[in-house]
């Protein structure tokens, strides 16, 4: 067989070949172009986890110190009336009716901030329980030893505790305290001769309802339960002004002399707090200047696809308005 060899096709041959190589070449190169691009898009779409996570923690002491500082101008305000209060004592003006009505008007105001006793609620989980006052039993005056048994039928539970002969004020709250902690009730002692229990507000209708009671005959009677209705504690202000309405002007200075006190301690609190609240400020704020920030998103915006870029600058820039002032009037300072 005679093969026939033909220069022309054979060039054409050759030149597809090649051609077909050169092809398969460039749709790789597209496609590894193609990957990068898709890499590229994907690493500028992300979001810069460690700058969330600036902001969320510049956002959780951003609230504490606006809750402080909201706790302080009620105490302010508190200690303001206080003060109007006694001066017009002092003056040998005794409106009752009208002090009444403007203590419950502040009572509702600060209520918010803080709890019944004024105490702030941003302090304490405490400050948003309810009190009560077990004013009917005495369980601090010295005695023989008994045992005590306190059912709650609200709640279906019941405790007992031992208090020993001669015991202490302060052995009878904790023995009384260790007994009901159980079921989240707070002991303390109310007064010369009383228990205070507080409790969640929630729950407060376990201590709302009498509470049965049973002894030995020594502080309780023996036999049958006892029902006992405790008294919940007013807002402080609701007393100030029923001790306004009832009570001599010594008595009310005493007690406006007092809550005074209560409430300058509550705000030197505050103000310590705020000062720590600073401190963690500083050290999750942005610590660069406003032309690095220019810089940088300059560069971000021509790199990769401007539509990613910007989805991920946009999700970094959902701040709320106060984080956002709280940061301008840092950089200011600096």
Sequence with gaps: MIKVSNPNLDSVSKSNNSNKVIATDVNQLSAAGGNEKKVANYSSAQVNAARFERWAN???VQQKNAQAQSAERSLT???RELVSIERSLNLHVKQPQKTVDSLKQLQHKVSD???SNL???VLSKHAQQSQFVLNSVDLFSVKPAETINMVLP???KSVSFHLPEGAGNNEVVGLVAKALAPLNIGVAKHGDKQLSFSINQGQSRQLAEPVLFSGEGIRIPAGNPVPVQLQEQKPQLEQLAKSIEQDPVTEIKAKITAMQNDVKRSIAALRYIMSQIQQETAQVAYSGNIEEVQTELS???RQGDFGSRLTGLLAQANISR???VSLLQNNNAR
Excluded: E, F, R
């Design 299 to 301: 560069q971000l915006l």
């Design 77 to 79: 305000n508190v200690y």
């Design 322 to 324: 106060d984080t956002a």
């Design 113 to 115: 901030d803080l709890s």
């Design 154 to 156: 609200t709640a279906g």
């Design 58 to 60: 510049w956002g959780v």
């Design 119 to 121: 105490q702030p609620k």
